[in-house]
């Protein structure tokens, strides 16, 4: 499958979605960061670390990308884009009345205090406001994952709740501080609904 997906790049970083080629980095970004990652995210199979998964993730994505429902990428330094140090996903995007979606992202723990996550993402969300057109986007962290709401304040978004028994997280429901962003330089177009 081809599609015309996005780069986004920063001065130090580069976003775009991953390819079949990209499944063993995908699975080695997980092996390497897997005991890193286990508190902010769900438990996974075996199957989830394997390059078979990840080949069918890739072409999920691909799937998902061209109907407008998700953009999901890998998040690479410039200096070597072999390694993948990070992910970025936009999901749930809803379009009509809405124009939202969802932020949700990982970092390598070798490269956590750099800014790296502030300043992808503020490319990041200037795509998605100013080509993509959205009008709202939404965040949500533990509040525990102080780093996380950092980075979310540093971007402008701004809490809006507080939601028990949120999210199935390492095995246990977690509670989320809600927060979003939204744009506004958005342009007014009419939609059928």
């Known amino acids: 499958m081809f599609i015309d997906s996005p780069v986004i790049e920063s001065d130090r970083l580069l976003l775009r979605m991953a ?29 989830f670390y394997t390059v078979e998964f990840w080949q069918e993730q890739v072409e999920k994505s691909m799937f998902e990308y061209s109907y407008d429902q998700s953009l999901k990428l890998c998040l690479f330094a410039k200096h070597d884009l072999t390694r993948i140090i990070g992910k970025v996903n936009f999901h749930q995007m809803q379009r009509g009345v ?11 723990a070798a490269e956590q205090g750099q800014g790296y996550m502030t300043e992808i993402l503020q490319s990041a969300i200037a795509y998605l406001f100013t080509d993509q057109n959205f009008h709202r986007i939404m965040a949500n962290y533990m509040p525990r ?11 402008g ?34 939609y059928e609904g």
């Open 19 to 47: 390819t079949r080629r990209d499944a063993p980095a995908i699975l080695t970004y997980y092996l390497e960061n897997k005991d890193f990652l286990a508190a902010f995210e769900p438990t996974r199979s075996e199957g």
């Open 157 to 190: 978004f701004v809490v809006e709740g507080y939601a028990r028994d949120y999210l199935l997280i390492n095995g246990q429901w977690e509670d989320h501080i809600l927060t979003s962003l939204t744009n506004s330089h958005w342009r007014s177009h009419a």
């Open 98 to 108: 809405s124009q939202s979606c969802v932020l949700g992202y990982s970092l390598a």
């Open 145 to 155: 994952n102080q780093r996380s709401a950092n980075v979310l304040r540093r971007l």
